[in-house]
């Protein structure tokens, strides 16, 4: 469906959360979903959902912010992207649209992530 | 991994998001993800990914809210459920954990709707 494209390689340097550090990157969509992402403009916000493909799914507790001082919790209730089933939540501001490519601020998922879906944010019942 | 049980059983007695009349549900989770679960407490409020089974992913454009006034758009730039790659995005509230299963509020999902993930909400740097 389409693919990030980061400066980011590796999973060590990349942050946590976008809004501690990531760069911008590039969503690169296939051809078969164009009309799907013809109306994303900029200057939209949106939440781009990723296939953490590098992640562990055998994992089901982890010490938040790999703190070695906090207690091992339930992936459920941290953002940690080894879990059963790893799915990559992203707020992002959208930057540029260019044909199938859309840049976008502030992501912390590394190069070649795949994206599985755009969802527009929706701040008010207005915007519905 | 888990699946909705809602008085809701069919796609058109859903709202169309959480927050317009949802009733309450519950999430039972699978005992193979008992320990990534048991985490989650009353008063926490989740972001709940499900898979719209009963989606259409060959729909890249809808009329925002099936109003015919409003001109077709790329679903990517809407929260049409409808959509390539049909993952559901709910925010609630738990409001009562029982072992595998967790009560929450205002979920939109139909009854069987698969639970694909689980993240808290992190509102402040602290929660982090």
């Known amino acids: 469906m389409a693919r990030v494209e980061s ?6 340097e990349a942050p946590k959360q976008g809004d501690e550090g990531a760069p911008e990157a590039w ?7 164009a009309a799907a992402m013809a109306d994303l403009r900029a200057g939209d916000d949106a939440l781009v959902l990723t296939w953490l493909d590098r992640a562990d799914r055998s994992v089901l507790t982890v010490r938040p912010r790999s ?36 840049r976008v ?20 019942p207005g915007d519905r």
């Open 67 to 102: 703190d070695p001082s906090r207690p091992e919790t339930g992936v459920f209730s941290t953002r940690s992207p080894d879990r059963p089933n790893p799915i990559g939540l992203h707020r992002v501001r959208v930057l540029e649209v260019d044909g199938l490519r859309v």
């Open 27 to 33: 969503l690169v969509f296939d051809a078969d979903v």
């Open 105 to 124: 601020g502030d992501l912390e998922a590394i190069d070649g992530t795949p994206v599985v879906d755009v969802k527009r944010v929706l701040e008010r």
């Open 7 to 12: 400066p980011l390689r590796e999973r060590a």
